[in-house]
């Protein structure tokens, strides 16, 4: 995120060798890409695969899309996370937690529609794993701070609180995850935020 910020800054378009250490570099530069090793792959998969998302939050920081835009360029960001993923070693799942962070934050910092809202979810939805109870919060923590989206931080609070309730973990890790559950209700309705305790 950093990085891109930064060249976008200095009006600069960052690419995925740039963020490579050498040995990946070489890799990347050969014109027969299939024959990259494990870690090159590797690379490619995560780091490439979350860099149109990066871009695009850093576009979007600095008021450089459209509302009407948007949709198309989530579209672009799931292009190139799609060729990214085309390698021998499967998708990865933190990738996709880091997608809906971003993806989140995106839409938040764009103003919230509600086409848009409802794509991410649907997505969500279509996942074969949950999303991470600390990356529901998160969402749910921004989504709290928009008039349109506030609805969601009850609904991603829930989800987070029937995951956390379900987990095969020791007491304290429990107790952890539901004050943080209950402070980001908190800060939408303190009442609520009572009922989880």
Request: aromatic content about 10%.
């Amino acid at each position: 995120r950093a990085n891109c910020l930064k060249a976008a800054l200095q009006k600069h378009d960052i690419q995925l060798s740039a963020l490579a250490n050498s040995k990946i570099r070489k890799q990347l530069e050969k014109k027969d890409r299939y024959q990259t090793d494990r870690e090159t792959s590797e690379f490619v998969q995560s780091v490439g695969a979350l860099l149109p998302w990066h871009r695009l939050w850093t576009e979007v920081v600095l008021g450089q899309v459209k509302e009407e835009e948007l949709a198309s360029k989530i579209s672009g960001c799931f292009d190139e996370y799609r060729k990214a993923q085309a390698s021998d070693y499967g998708d990865n799942l933190n990738v996709r937690q880091d997608i809906w962070e971003l993806w989140a934050e995106i839409i938040c910092l764009c103003s919230p529609n509600k086409e848009e809202v409802d794509r991410l979810l649907r997505w969500k939805a279509s996942l074969k794993s949950p999303i991470f109870v600390p990356r529901l919060l998160h969402a749910a923590t921004i989504f709290a701070n928009h008039a349109d989206t506030k609805i969601l931080t009850y609904d991603l609070c829930r989800e987070a609180f029937e995951l956390s309730e379900g987990e095969r973990s020791d007491a304290e890790s429990k107790v952890d995850s539901f004050c943080k559950i209950a402070r980001t209700i908190f800060s939408t309705d303190e009442r609520e935020a009572q009922e989880y305790f």
